[in-house]
């Protein structure tokens, strides 16, 4: 019996981002693995950007593109977008990076039965803006979520559902990549392809960065990295009281269970 192939939807949010935007389209166009629709969501961008949506919708049946009627910013443009398609995944891109053809052919063989796949990202520059590379296998386990994010959002791969297993008020919990990675932890259920594929690129207009850190342990780098903006993880904890769950999952785990989701559903 052939099993069915789990489609992808790939989404996008645009804001001025004509530059670099036909090299991304291109490399998600020729992913090897087939992405059953591309969806752009472009908010309120003054350049380019429009004119080269509408010509990649035309010669591309499964590429649909909107613009929203104001400026709704990173987190509230991604999530609307994320409930717009209809793939059994989603995977995130930026307007501006390159990825490996087999990007989502290798993210999809590895997550199985786990909520949020994520791969490693090589930045690179045309022009002077900074270049750092983190050679070191992240850790993306909870507790390291609660600190600091490590999941980039332009690397995800994850399954639909996550979107209702997951916190609502994201505008006010953090960057939408930290509180998926961070839902996603408290099952137990992210993964790594641990390879570079993609091609993350800098500039001056970047809207969030991948910047060099001191990662001296001092207590200083401790309350900066806890009490940042982008960090949902201990957004999450203050709102939600999560450190009951954070508790609970460590019982479980020392027990040797897997952790029933329905103990979680007491926070969303």
């Not at 996008?12 to 591309?38: H, R, V, W």
Request: glycine share 6%.
């Amino acid at each position: 019996m052939t099993s069915v192939r789990k489609t992808v939807s790939v989404v996008m949010c645009t804001y001025n981002g004509a530059q670099f935007l036909s090299k991304q389209l291109d490399s998600i166009i020729s992913q090897t693995y087939p992405i059953s629709e591309i969806y752009i969501q472009d908010d309120c961008s003054t350049d380019n950007t429009l004119l080269i949506l509408e010509e990649y919708s035309k010669g591309y049946h499964n590429i649909h593109f909107s613009v929203n009627v104001r400026r709704l910013g990173i987190n509230e443009n991604f999530f609307t977008a994320f409930s717009k398609v209809h793939g059994d995944f989603i995977a995130v891109s930026d307007q501006d990076d390159i990825w490996c053809p087999d990007k989502i052919e290798k993210e999809m063989s590895v997550i199985g039965d786990n909520l949020l796949c994520f791969c490693r990202s090589k930045p690179f520059s045309d022009d002077s803006s900074s270049i750092y590379v983190d050679l070191r296998t992240p850790n993306f386990g909870l507790e390291r979520l609660i600190f600091v994010n490590v999941v980039a959002g332009h690397t995800m791969l994850f399954n639909k559902k996550l979107l209702k297993m997951s916190p609502k008020g994201y505008n006010t919990l953090g960057l939408y990549d930290s509180l998926l990675a961070f839902s996603a932890a408290l099952y137990g259920r992210v993964c790594i392809y641990d390879s570079f594929l993609v091609f993350y690129r800098r500039h001056n207009n970047n809207a969030t960065g991948a910047k060099s850190h001191d990662y001296s342990l001092n207590i200083y780098n401790l309350i900066k990295i806890f009490f940042s903006a982008e960090n949902g993880g201990y957004r999450f904890f203050v709102k939600f009281g999560a450190i009951q769950i954070l508790q609970e999952r460590l019982f479980f785990l020392a027990i040797g269970n897997p952790l029933d989701h329905t103990s979680l559903s007491f926070c969303f």
